[in-house]
Each structure stands twice: as structure tokens, then as C-alpha cells.
């Protein structure tokens, strides 16, 4: 099983010196490792020559990107990727020496088609450890917790973008996410209900462990700023992958419950009422930004869908088949 590794960076060289000496390290070395950077961040490109000019016993790769998101980053380091399999991690992460070699047992399975596991978070307060992580409840509510796993291997809906990996082939990032310059909030739920979609299984296994520094971010507003527009964003990436990826009943149960119930990242107007009573001036403040990135998530999916009822109308009709794994 050959698995190439994506890492998107831009202007973190500490952080990024770190994760690719943890790749180095891996008791299973990856079959190649390409870095996407951008043209305009000199110091790191200058390094990064540097380092694919080294003797290696995998392939390493420099691949140059002109604009800027992480999602363009990503995109582009999958079409460089030549191995069965491509796995995601960060320039502020560093992987375990057995991140690999674990993840590469599970694709011995042709049923399962992406893989990934627990992120460490390094500079932060330790909490308790959470057997429910990665799923979609069927009224809407992702619950994310991948960061403290525990546990068995299990079946998961959604995977965490630091540390997630798919077959090659799989791979299909939603042309329509938002973002502020860096990385699009929730990129990875597209991508994993996708996978779902079309019959894979995902699994979560704790023991695929990256350690992650979450250090601040470059070009767009940092995880502890409360932005407006980070949040309308991040709310529309959501709502966007939700409706796109998900059945009629939970698209129905989802808009329902991210309008009256949501949560403290998101509130709907029953959070809303909590955070009031509580004096949770943040989240309180998220409110507006939220519900207009749902409302504008959801008429970007109504004209989306009415377009593609248009085309399917115009096009001539062919031999249904059904589908199977064998037709991706």
C-alpha cells in the first residue's frame, strides 16, 4: 500500500521542520511526501529545495500554489499525489512514528475508504478522553471529539482534516467552500460524506495519533478571535456540506434544528436563549453571523439544486445501471 502524504504550509517553517522530521521518523516511511506552498513565501520555498535535494529513501516533493486557501492547497497536493492511498496533516502537527503503518492496516479492507484518527493537542488543557467522536446525529448535529478518542477502531461519519487519509481516487473537495484567506473551516465534512455516500466505510482508530500545536494562523483570523466573518463562513461551509451530502430526512431535521436548537459554535435560538441567561457574551455574538452563513448556505443549495434539475431535464436520457464500488 503506497500512501502519499499532503502537507499544506505557508510562513510556519519552525513548525513545519518539525512535522516533516516526525514523517522521517515513521516506522513505515511514506511513499512520497509533497509539501504545497505558496510563491510568495520565500523562506519556506528556499528550505524546501533544500530539503527535496536531500538524500531520501521515499520521494519528496515542492509544489508551488499562487493563490491563497488551504482548500487550493490541498486540491492541488492531490493531483501531484501518485500513491494508492493520500493522507492530510498539517504544517503545526507532528505525526507518531506508527501514524502510517497504523492506518495502513485498515486499508487492507476494499470496504473502507478513508482513515484517521486521534490529534493531540499539545497546547492545550487536558480533558476527559470521549468514545463518541465523528458522527453526524440524524437530527444534524456533528459531534467532533477527535481529539480525545479512545477506544476501539469504529466506523465514523466525519474524519479531522489534521489527521485523515482516503483512497486516492476518493478524494473530492467541495468547489463551493468559504474562507478568509486561510484555511475553509470544515473542509473535510464534504469530503468524508462523499466518501460515505458512495459506499465506503471510514474509520476512526485512536492509535493513528498526530501531536498538533495548533499554533496561531498567518493569514486569517486565529481560533480564539471571535471574527463575524469566520463565523458566517464557517456556518455556510457546514450548512453547504450537510445539505449536499446528506438524505432528505436528515437535510429536513438539520435545517430545523441549526434555526431553533444549534450549539455554542453556531446557536440557533434555543442557544441563543442559554447564552442570554448565562451572560455568554461570545456566543451570543456568534448568533447573527451564524443563522445569515445557514441562510445564505441554504439558498446557495436551493439555486444549486434547481440548476442541476435544469441540466439532468436537457440532457438525453441514458441506461440506468447500478452503481458499485467497481464504477468509481
Known amino acids: 500500500m503506497n500512501i502519499s502524504v499532503v502537507v499544506p504550509t505557508y510562513k510556519r517553517l519552525h513548525d513545519l521542520r518539525r512535522c516533516l522530521s516526525a514523517l522521517d521518523q515513521q516506522t513505515s516511511l511514506p ?117 480525545l478518542g479512545e477506544g476501539p477502531p469504529r466506523e465514523v461519519d466525519v474524519l479531522k482534516g489534521v489527521n485523515m487519509s482516503f483512497r486516492t481516487q476518493l478524494v473530492q473537495f467541495s468547489p463551493f467552500l468559504r474562507g ?29 495519533v498526530v501531536n498538533h500545536y495548533a499554533v496561531a494562523r498567518v493569514d486569517s483570523e486565529q481560533r480564539t478571535q471571535l471574527s463575524t466573518r469566520l463565523v458566517r463562513h464557517s456556518a455556510f461551509n457546514m450548512q453547504m456540506s450537510l445539505l449536499t451530502w446528506t438524505p432528505w430526512h436528515q437535510k429536513l431535521s438539520r435545517l430545523a434544528f441549526a434555526t431553533l436548537v444549534g450549539d455554542k459554535a453556531y446557536p440557533g435560538l434555543a442557544r441563543l436563549g442559554i447564552a442570554i441567561c448565562r451572560r455568554e457574551i ?40 447500478t452503481v458499485t464500488t467497481e464504477d468509481v
Open 31 to 147: 511513499y512520497e511526501v509533497i509539501v504545497v506552498a505558496r510563491s510568495s513565501d520565500f523562506e519556506t520555498l528556499t528550505y524546501i529545495h533544500q530539503w527535496t535535494a536531500q538524500k531520501a529513501s521515499y520521494s519528496r516533493k515542492l509544489w508551488i500554489v499562487t493563490l491563497p486557501g488551504q482548500v487550493h492547497a490541498l486540491v492541488q497536493g492531490v493531483e501531484a499525489a501518485t500513491g494508492d492511498v493520500v493522507a492530510f496533516t498539517d504544517d503545526d502537527s507532528a505525526p507518531s512514528s506508527n501514524w502510517l503503518r497504523n492506518m495502513a492496516v485498515h486499508y487492507q479492507n476494499p470496504r473502507v475508504g478513508g482513515v484517521g484518527g486521534r490529534d493531540i493537542l499539545r497546547n492545550h488543557p487536558v480533558l476527559p478522553l470521549q468514545r463518541t467522536v465523528g458522527k453526524l446525529t440524524w437530527y444534524g448535529k456533528l459531534i467532533g471529539n477527535h481529539h
Open 180 to 208: 478568509t484567506g486561510g484555511p475553509e473551516t470544515h473542509n473535510e465534512v464534504g469530503v468524508c460524506l462523499r466518501v460515505k455516500r458512495l459506499g465506503y466505510a471510514l474509520i476512526y482508530d485512536p492509535e493513528v
Open 282 to 321: 461570545r456566543v451570543i455574538k456568534s448568533f447573527a453571523p451564524a443563522q445569515l452563513g445557514f441562510l445564505i448556505a441554504f439558498m446557495y443549495w436551493l439555486f444549486r439544486a434547481g440548476s442541476d434539475n435544469k441540466r439532468r431535464a436537457s440532457e438525453t436520457p441514458t441506461p440506468r445501471h
